[in-house]
């Protein structure tokens, strides 16, 4: 009997991610929702610039690559090309939250009937480890080798807070997946936010905290262990909106 | 046989890309270009099909992006400080061979410029536009016909070399009211195999992209493309020659610069000046045979335009310099008179008609 396998929706090609990221995992869960809402065939996803530059290698379904931060604006076309698709981004918070805001705010905005998947390490992994928009106040990149100094940097961009006030959007939720209570967490909500998409409600995105061990410079451990003391108290986990549980759906 | 409306250039484009299948436009208002997105607001929702308003230049391109990956006939129009936003979202397109209409009805520049009729944007569009080895098919109206006619042109074009096509058009022809007949109703000729549709698990999955780490790969792409380039240059260039047979001065002009020389040219025959016109329809593959061929029986070329001189670089080119060039030009939302043309003519003719 079979208790463990690889979900169908991921591709045999082998992770480029580097020991300890936690990316593999994430790729993981969305796969695990395409193969537990059965829509891998229908599913078209839309890949970021960053680490997950080649996420188009990895998912079994059809796959398109974006410029830096435009993934929801490209995921807008694909979905109004071909409403009963199923449509994906998977993107990272310099993708998201810095270069792309424009493109993620009027997507949630918009009520875009797509599925975000939003990983934040709080740095820029892909070219090096520079200051993301998300990098916490005094924390050490490659761009702010004093640490982030929020009088000259400003400080970290709220992603889930900020989307949460606007009308528009379905489903924003925040998880983590450094423990495994967190990743069981993580599963179940980044399942719902492709229900929701099925289900026609709209716009849904899952903000994943998650953890860079090579470019913060620690242990994979170590690195979980600054998720858990420095990220997670800044980035506090839970649902920041969701319509249909306020409407009683 | 269909009967001829009258329409503004703009809505003619419009409607002619409804008439070729185009379900999915993609905008962001600008000046002089508004009335395709206004014109597709009030039409698209009617069809079944997404007007879109986007949140910038550069989101609508990208969804256009998105639509095309998906194999849909999609498009974009947009103004010269609107196109270079886009500048990105075409190179990822060039990059990942997708077919798409984008619209140019340019204004003058630099910068904010102005909104008044330009042709200034020519080497964006001829040369590339955005970063890396690329071109698009640049077709370029100078009627309220041609604008319908060349967008239908241009989807089929699009589609059938995987290469995004732009009309260069003018404020002027965009404004302009002319009658026209309407293409009739078309849609893609070509399969797209290649387009986002979902695996349906019945096939490996598609990948739309543009990256290439590997150099050799990435070399090979931009190899293809261009034999690409090169058969749509030997096949795909056009243009119309005007009084062109005994011509001793050869004016060339496209769009509104065309429509001014033709009346210039006319002017120069009755005081007995041999002139001609090459009216170059797509500016790249722009008509090089044309301007070759001309080259040994006339004295020299004018080249009029609404820019500082950007096209002339191509006629010089064309011709390998074996005959002089001179532009006659204004710029900033000015139009040359014929008149100042009917000058450049005699200037090149030697004064001695």
Redesign the interface.
Known sequence: MVVFEKPKSL?DAEFHYCPGCTHGIIHRLVAEALDATGT?????G?APVGCA??A??Y?????????HG?AP??????????PD?VVFTYQGDGDLASIGM??T??AAARNENITVIFVNNAIYGMTGGQMAPTSLPGQVTQTSPYGRDVKTAGYPIKMCEILSQLDGPEYIARVAVNNVKNVRNAKKVIQKAFENQIAGKGFSLVEVVSSCPTNWGMTPVKALEWVENEMIPYYPLGVYKDRSEKEGV | MADKVLMKGNEAIAEAAIRAGCRHYFGYPITPQTEIAAYMAKRMPKIGGTFLQAESEIAAINMVYGAASAGKRAMTSSSSPGISLKGEGISYMAGSDLPALIVNVERGGPGLGGIQPSQSDYYQATKGGGHGDYHLIVLTPASVQEMADLTALAFDLSDQYRVPAMLLADGTIGQMMEPVVLPEESASKVEKPWALTGTQMARPHNIVNSLYLVPEELERTNLERFERYAEIEAKEARYESFMMDDAEVCVVAFGIAARVSKNAVVAARAEGIKAGLIRPITVWPFPKKAIADAAPRVKGFVSVELSMGQMIDDVRLACGCAKPAALCSRVGGMIPSPDEVLAAIKNMNGGNA
């Open positions: 591709t891998e065939g229908i599913a078209i839309v530059v080649m188009y290698n998912f079994s379904c059809d796959m398109v690559e974006a410029a435009r604006a490209v995921a807008t076309g694909i979905k109004r090309s071909l698709h424009a493109e705010v009027h």
